[in-house]
Structures are given as structure tokens and as C-alpha cells.
């Protein structure tokens, strides 16, 4: 079992940034993918940036060149630093951890951090 813990949302204007932390405690694998989905009001989760720990990245397309995913695995910690925030970014944030082990993926989720860019 793993414990996922996110903070770091807030509200901030369009245009500006924030910094997104998770920590992760509990049986952690050191081989396992963290990573950021996003779920806005009326509208599926959906995957913002992931990070193995192999270090191989994704991003969603809408973010690309504005957010930034890193990890320090040393603390068990990730991070999304978002720049040039726009509206419709706007979405409670989750933090994920993932693994595969015995052929399936298992996953943990944090409890979320709201993030409301104001235009």
C-alpha cells in the first residue's frame, strides 16, 4: 500500500505559475512511474505528465512547453512546476503512482489539489 500525499494548489492568475509537490510513503517499488492527472469539473481524468523512474518522460499534448514534471527518488517525492497557467487549465490535480507487478498495473492516488487559474 502506498500513501500519496499532494500540495501546492491554490489560485493564481492566467499567466502565472505554480509548483504542485507529492510525496509518496508506504511500500514503495523503486522501480515505478509517478506522474500528475487532472480531472476539471464535468470532464474525465486525464494524464498532465508522468515521470519512470527510469526517468522517461510523457506529457499531454496541452501542456507540453509550459509544465514540467521532475522527481527526487531519494525522497520519494515528484513535482509539476506549471508556468503560463490559462483558464482552462483550471481542474483538481491528483498525484499517481504506478508499478506492474505480477502482469498488471497497479495504481495509487492521492486526495487531489485543487488548482483555479482566474482569467
Known amino acids: 500500500q502506498v500513501q500519496l500525499v499532494e500540495s501546492g494548489g491554490g489560485l493564481v492568475q492566467a499567466g502565472g505559475s505554480l509548483r504542485l509537490s507529492c510525496v509518496a510513503s508506504g511500500s514503495i517499488v523503486s522501480i515505478n512511474t509517478m506522474g500528475w492527472y487532472r480531472q476539471a469539473p464535468g470532464k474525465q481524468r486525464e494524464l498532465v505528465a508522468s515521470m519512470a523512474s527510469g526517468g522517461s518522460l510523457t506529457y499531454a499534448d496541452s501542456v507540453k512547453g509550459r509544465f514540467t514534471i521532475s522527481r527526487d527518488n531519494a525522497k520519494n517525492m515528484v513535482y509539476l512546476q506549471m508556468n503560463s497557467l490559462k483558464p482552462q487549465d483550471t481542474a483538481v490535480y491528483y498525484c499517481?503512482?504506478?508499478?506492474?507487478?505480477?502482469?498488471?498495473?497497479?495504481?495509487?492516488w492521492g486526495k487531489g489539489t485543487l488548482v483555479t487559474v482566474s482569467s
Open positions: 499517481n503512482y504506478r508499478i506492474y507487478y505480477g502482469g498488471n498495473y497497479q495504481y495509487s
